[in-house]
C-alpha cells in the first residue's frame, strides 16, 4: 500500500525528516539498553527540548498511517503529553481508532522514538489535542550521516600501508561519525594513501573502552593539513563494521557529543 501523503504544513518545515521506527523489538540484551533512556529526569529533559523546541514529532500508527505534530505540553506528575492535533485530518482519526503510535522526533543529529498508548482526541474551546499516557522508555539513535566529534584523547587507528603491507602504521583520528572518521597522515614519513584506497583490518582505538575492527574506503585526501604542509587528511568511510562495532561507536558519539554541549553550557 502507499504511504499516507506527509502534510504541507509538515514539508515546509526545514526541520522535517520523515522517517521509520526503528526496530526496537529485534534489539535485546545489551544492545538495546544502549540506546534506551528510562531515568525519569531524563525522560522529562528530552520531552521539554522537543515541547520548547515546537520539534515536529511524526506519530505512527500500527497501520502504518503517519501524522506530523508538535508537543504541545507535557504533565510529569499526571503522566501525559498533549499534542496538537486537527480532529479533520484522516490519520488523526486512525491513530484515535489504534489508540497507540510511535512517536519519533529529531534533536540535532538524534533521532528520539518512543511509544504512546491510551491516544484520546480532546477539544478546547478553539483548539482539540491528542492526550497520551507517559513513556516509560524513550531511545536514542545517532543519525548515520552526520554528527562528527573530536576525540577528547588521543585516539589511533593501527593498519598496514595498503601499497606496502610490510608497513605498519599508527595515524591519528582526528575526529569520527558513525559513518566514517578522518586520519592524520605524514607524507614527509611515508608513502602517500590515495583516494579509493581500501584498508583492511585496522584497529581502531577511540578510548579504553571503545576499540573494534574496521575496513575503511578512503573517500579523499587534502594536504596542507596542521602545523606542517606535510601532514594529510584522510577522509574515510566505514566499509565494515559488525553490530557490536556499530553500536559501540554509536555510543562513543553520543557520549562525546553530550559531554561537548555540557562544556558548551
Not at 605498519?168 to 614519513?189: K, P, W, Y
Not at 553490530?243 to 562513543?252: D, H, K, M, S, V
Amino acid at each position: 500500500t502507499e504511504s499516507p501523503p506527509t502534510p504541507a504544513s509538515a514539508m515546509a518545515r526545514p526541520d522535517f525528516q520523515p522517517t521509520q521506527p526503528a526496530p526496537i523489538a529485534t534489539l535485546s540484551g545489551r544492545a538495546i539498553d544502549e540506546f534506551r533512556v528510562s531515568h525519569p529526569s531524563e525522560v522529562i529533559a528530552l520531552l521539554r527540548r522537543v515541547s520548547e523546541g515546537n520539534v515536529l514529532v511524526q506519530l505512527c500508527a500500527p497501520d502504518g498511517a503517519v501524522y506530523a505534530c508538535t508537543l504541545w505540553a507535557i504533565d510529569p506528575q499526571q503522566r501525559r503529553l498533549s499534542f496538537d492535533a486537527d480532529p479533520a485530518h484522516p490519520q488523526v482519526r486512525s491513530l484515535i481508532d489504534a489508540g497507540e503510535a510511535t512517536a519519533m522526533a529529531y534533536l540535532d543529529a538524534v533521532k528520539l522514538q518512543f511509544d504512546l498508548r491510551g491516544l484520546v482526541l480532546v477539544h478546547g474551546r478553539d483548539s482539540s489535542a491528542l492526550q497520551t499516557g507517559w513513556p516509560e522508555a524513550m531511545y536514542r539513535f545517532q543519525r548515520r550521516e552526520s554528527f562528527r566529534v573530536k576525540p577528547r584523547h588521543e585516539a589511533l587507528a593501527h593498519l598496514r600501508h595498503p601499497a606496502s603491507p610490510e608497513l605498519a602504521l599508527a595515524l591519528r583520528v582526528l575526529d569520527v561519525s558513525v559513518g566514517g572518521c578522518a586520519l592524520a597522515l605524514s607524507a614527509d614519513e611515508v608513502p602517500a594513501i590515495d583516494a579509493g584506497s581500501r584498508l583492511g583490518d585496522v584497529q581502531v582505538e577511540l578510548d579504553a573502552d571503545t576499540r573494534f575492527v574496521a575496513t575503511l574506503h578512503v573517500q579523499h585526501v587534502s594536504g596542507g593539513f596542521g602545523s606542517s604542509s606535510r601532514i594529510v587528511r584522510l577522509g574515510c568511510s566505514f566499509e565494515r563494521l559488525d553490530g557490536p562495532a556499530q553500536r559501540a561507536l554509536q555510543r562513543f558519539v553520543d557520549l562525546t557529543q553530550r559531554r561537548h554541549k555540557l562544556l558548551s553550557l
